[in-house]
């Protein structure tokens, strides 16, 4: 069993809906992170949290310690939303990374 | 934000040739680096950490020879890939961590295509 586990693995939205992006992580963290991956490859940090919730335009991030689990959140979704999200914990000085999500928001 | 710098963004080279790949953070000094690997439709793999001054600590399965990190100053480590071979092909991305921080930083990443 990975030790990060992100769903769903694929995505398919239409423009506007509100998408929930979840990962549920099994060894101690002193930190979460959330990246987003576009088709170039480049990867950008959304956020790094390690308790409650962070706010960044129409993303929101929350995380639950005690449940292990975190869930990112993009409302009024849009076409540039459509990227891999990935979901990576900080443990004892590394990052593990989670699979990723496929995002796809049509227009 | 702070920004980290990769180059060149991609490359084709020969089999057999060196192919150095260099990893700049251009707006704060990175005690560490990290280096990793990613395959098509796959999570990023971590080859090796490097800390400003001092050896590399690479991965299990990772060859340090095959792969050599140089991290000679606070805003710059290099990987070389040294005798490329086709099953070198994929994509190289480095990250970098302020000190004190846990806050990483992705560079924009490099494809490498060795025929």
């Known amino acids: 069993k990975n030790e990060v586990e992100q769903s769903p693995q694929n995505l398919t939205a239409q423009e506007g809906e509100f998408i929930t992006i979840n990962c549920s992580y099994s060894?101690?963290?002193?930190?979460l992170h959330w990246l987003q991956q576009h088709p170039g490859g480049g990867i950008v940090s959304l956020f790094m949290?390690?308790?409650g919730k962070k706010k960044h335009g129409r993303l929101i991030a929350t995380i639950n310690i005690q449940e292990k689990h975190s869930s990112l959140h993009i409302t009024a979704s849009h076409p540039r939303d459509s990227a891999v999200y990935i979901c990576a914990v900080l443990s004892q000085g590394n990052l593990i990374f989670g699979k990723g999500t496929k995002l796809s928001v049509k227009p | 934000g702070a920004v980290v710098s990769q180059h060149p963004s991609w490359v084709i080279c020969k089999s057999g040739t060196s192919v150095k790949i260099e990893c700049r953070s251009l707006?704060?000094?990175?005690?560490?680096m990290f280096w990793y690997r990613q395959f098509p439709k796959q999570s990023l793999m971590l080859m090796a950490t490097?800390?400003?001054?001092?050896?590399?600590?690479?991965e299990q399965g990772v060859e340090k020879d095959k792969f050599l990190i140089n991290h000679a100053s606070l805003t710059l480590s290099t990987l070389t890939v040294t005798s490329a071979h086709p099953e070198d092909s994929s994509f190289y991305i480095c990250s970098a961590r302020a000190p004190g921080g846990e806050t990483q930083y992705f560079g924009p990443g490099t494809r490498l295509l060795v025929l």
């Open positions: 707006d704060f000094q990175a005690t560490t």
């Open positions: 490097s800390n400003e001054g001092s050896k590399a600590t690479y």
């Open positions: 060894v101690g963290i002193s930190a």
């Open positions: 949290l390690s308790s």
